[in-house]
C-alpha cells in the first residue's frame, strides 16, 4: 500500500465520501445561502466559482489536510527555486523563471539564469518587430506577409492556441501558420497559396530531431528552393527556436536567427520561452509582455496565497475528489469564448502528458489513479453535441466552464445570448430536473397524465453534476497569461499530491523511436515478419497496396 493510501487523511476522505456521495448540491445550495461566497475566490479580474462541486465545508478540511500531508508548501517552495524535481530526467523545472518581472535571481548550477533569459528574450523581439514593421526583408527585398511555425507538441500547441486567443491584438496583413502533421497534406495545404519571397518559417523543436517536424523542415526548406530557383538569401527565410544549436546550425539556418531554449523548460511549458516567437511575431512584443505578466501574477498568488484561497490549489484538489474518490475518469473543459477553441488541445497535452504515469517517485506502481482523460470543446459547440452525456449520461464528468465578461468587439445581442448559455447549463447541470418539474412542464404543454407518464423517465435530469466556472472581464494577454498559468499549478499540485514526475515523458519519447524503426522497414518492398502478426499483417498490406512510387 502506498503512503498515500495509507494515510489518515485518504482513510478520512474514504469515510467522509460515503457521508456525501448521496447528498444533491441543489439541498446543499438550499440549505446554506453563503455557497456562493464560500466557494469562489478572485484574482485580479478572474473570477472562480467552485460552489457547484459536491462538497461542504468537511470536504475541504480533509482534502486540504491531504495537501499539507503531502508537503506541498515545500514543494512550491522546491519548484521555483530551481531544484531538480525532474528527477527521472534530472532537470529543475524553471518554465516560471521566464515570467519573473523582477530581477531576483535564479540559479541553475550556481549560474543565475534570468540575464540569459531576458538577453534571448530581446533578440526574440527585434526580429518580430522587424518582421511587424515591415523592415524584415526577403530575397528580393519584399516584406514578409506569411510566417509558417513547423513544430509538433509542446514546440506548436501553446504558440497555436494562444495567438488564436489573442486574434483581436495581431496584426491583419501578416499571416501565422502552424505545420505540425507529419502528413504531407498539412504543408502542402499550408504551403500551396504562399509565396516564399514573403514567407518566413520558424523551425520549432527543443531537441531539433524530432521526425515530424524534421521532415517538414526539409520540405519548406525544398519548397523554397524550387520556387526561388536557388537557395539565395534562405537565411533571410529560415529561423529555429531548439537547445540543438549544432543541429540548426547544420540544417543550415544562420546564427543570428537561431534562438535558445533550456533543458530546464519543458516542451509543454515553452510557449513563454522563445517557442513563442510565432506569438510575439502575431501580437508584438508589448502584448507577449503582458502575457509573461499574467503568468507571473498566478505564479505570485500560488507561492504566497494560504493553501485555502489558493485558486490552482482548490483546482487541483477538485479534481483529486473526482477522480479518486468519485472515480470519474474524465474531466470536461468548455470555453464559451470562441478564441480559446484550442485550449481544450493545448490542456489535454499539459494534464496528460504530465499526469497521465502509473509509477510513483520512488518508482513503484500506484495504487490509485493518477491524470484523468482531459476533453473538451467550445461550449456552445458541445451544447449541441455530447453535453447530452454530460446531462444525462451514467458518467459523471466534472468540467470547467470559462466565459468572458464582455468581448472585443462586443455585440450585445450576441454576448448576452451566449452568457445565458453559460448560467443556464451550469445552473441545469447542478440542479436537474426533478419529476415534478416535468410534470409541471407536461402538463402546460397540454399533455394529458397518461402521455406525460411515459415521457416522465426520459425527461428527468439528475443534476448533481460538478461544474467550476471561471470568469474574466475579457480575453486580453494578461487575463490568458494568468490562466494557463493557474492550470499549469493545477497540474503540479496534483503530481505533488500522486507522487510522480509531472516534468518527464517517457510515453513520448517511445512513439519517437519505435517510428525509426518501423521506417526503415518501409524502404523496400520486402515483405516484413519481425513483429506480431497484426503489426507485421498491416505492413505487408500496406506495402502491397501503395502505389509504386509512395
Ligand atoms: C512536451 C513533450 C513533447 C515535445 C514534442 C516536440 O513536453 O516533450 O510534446 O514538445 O515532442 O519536441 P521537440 O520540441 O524536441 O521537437
Redesign the pocket.
Known amino acids: 500500500m502506498s503512503q498515500l493510501t495509507h494515510s489518515d487523511s485518504w482513510a478520512e476522505l474514504i469515510k467522509h465520501f460515503e457521508e456525501i456521495k448521496d447528498l444533491h448540491m441543489r439541498d446543499l445550495f438550499a440549505q446554506d445561502k453563503s455557497r456562493f461566497e464560500k466557494y469562489s475566490l478572485k484574482l485580479n479580474d478572474i473570477l472562480y466559482d467552485f460552489s457547484k462541486n459536491r462538497i461542504t465545508d468537511k470536504t475541504l478540511k480533509l482534502l486540504l489536510q491531504l495537501a499539507k500531508d503531502a508537503g506541498l508548501s515545500e514543494w512550491i517552495e522546491k519548484y521555483f527555486a530551481g531544484d531538480r524535481i525532474n528527477h527521472t530526467e534530472n532537470r529543475p523545472v524553471l518554465h516560471t523563471a521566464l515570467r519573473i518581472q523582477e530581477n531576483t535571481p535564479v540559479y541553475v548550477d550556481d549560474i543565475d539564469i534570468i540575464p540569459e533569459i531576458r538577453t534571448e528574450r530581446e533578440r526574440v523581439k527585434h526580429l518580430a518587430e522587424k518582421i511587424r514593421t515591415r523592415k524584415w526583408l526577403g530575397v528580393t527585398n519584399q516584406a514578409i506577409t506569411d510566417v509558417v511555425n513547423i513544430?509538433?507538441?509542446?514546440?506548436?500547441?501553446g504558440p497555436l492556441m494562444v495567438t488564436e486567443a489573442l486574434r483581436a491584438h495581431a496584426l491583419h496583413d501578416l499571416n501565422i501558420h502552424f505545420v505540425s502533421n507529419i502528413d504531407e497534406n498539412h504543408i502542402n495545404d499550408t504551403l500551396e497559396y504562399l509565396n516564399p519571397e514573403t514567407t518566413f518559417f520558424i523551425i520549432?523543436?527543443?531537441?531539433?530531431?524530432?521526425q515530424?517536424?524534421?521532415v517538414n523542415a526539409e520540405t519548406a526548406r525544398q519548397w523554397y528552393i524550387n520556387k526561388i530557383g536557388s537557395s539565395e538569401k534562405i537565411e533571410r527565410h529560415f529561423s529555429a527556436v531548439?537547445?540543438?544549436v549544432k543541429l540548426a546550425t547544420e540544417f543550415g539556418i544562420a546564427e543570428d536567427n537561431i534562438f535558445k531554449?533550456w533543458d530546464w523548460v519543458?516542451?509543454?511549458?515553452?510557449l513563454w520561452s522563445a517557442?513563442g516567437l510565432s506569438i510575439v511575431i502575431a501580437i508584438g512584443s508589448e502584448h507577449f509582455d503582458d502575457l509573461l505578466a499574467g503568468a507571473y501574477e498566478a505564479d505570485l498568488h500560488f507561492k504566497n496565497a494560504p493553501l485555502e484561497e489558493n485558486i490552482p490549489v482548490m483546482m487541483a484538489l477538485l479534481g483529486i475528489w473526482y477522480n479518486n474518490f468519485f472515480k470519474a475518469q474524465s474531466m470536461a473543459v468548455l470555453p464559451y469564448d470562441q478564441r480559446l477553441h484550442r485550449f481544450p488541445a493545448y490542456l489535454q497535452?499539459a494534464d496528460m502528458?504530465?499526469n497521465g504515469k502509473y509509477v510513483d517517485r520512488e518508482g513503484h506502481d500506484v495504487d490509485y489513479t493518477t491524470g484523468p482523460v482531459i476533453f473538451g470543446e467550445i461550449g456552445i459547440a458541445a451544447q449541441h453535441a455530447f453535453f447530452q452525456l454530460l446531462h444525462q449520461g451514467t458518467k459523471l464528468v466534472p468540467a470547467d466552464i470559462l466565459a468572458p465578461v464582455y468581448s472585443f468587439r462586443c455585440i450585445a445581442r450576441h454576448h448576452r445570448a451566449l452568457m445565458s448559455n453559460v448560467f443556464a447549463q451550469t445552473e441545469a447541470l447542478m440542479k436537474g430536473k426533478t419529476e415534478d418539474d416535468v410534470y409541471k412542464e407536461l402538463k402546460l404543454e397540454g399533455l394529458d397524465d397518461e402521455g406525460i407518464k411515459k415521457l416522465m423517465p426520459y425527461k428527468v435530469f439528475p443534476g448533481n453534476r460538478p461544474t467550476s466556472t471561471f470568469l474574466f472581464d475579457t480575453l486580453d494577454p494578461k487575463t490568458l497569461g494568468t490562466i494557463i498559468a493557474l492550470y499549469e499549478h493545477k497540474i503540479f499540485v496534483q503530481g505533488i499530491i500522486w507522487n510522480i514526475n509531472s516534468?518527464d515523458?517517457w510515453g513520448?519519447?517511445l512513439g519517437?523511436q519505435l517510428a525509426k524503426n518501423i521506417l526503415n522497414e518501409l524502404n523496400d518492398a520486402e515483405k516484413i515478419n519481425s513483429h506480431d502478426s497484426s503489426t507485421n499483417g498491416l505492413i505487408n498490406y500496406y506495402k502491397q497496396r501503395r502505389p509504386k512510387k509512395q
Open positions: 513544430g509538433i507538441g509542446g514546440s506548436h500547441l520549432a523543436s527543443k531537441t531539433f530531431t524530432t515530424d517536424t524534421m531548439t537547445s540543438n531554449m519543458g516542451g509543454r511549458y515553452s517557442i497535452q502528458e504530465s516534468f515523458q513520448v519519447e519517437k
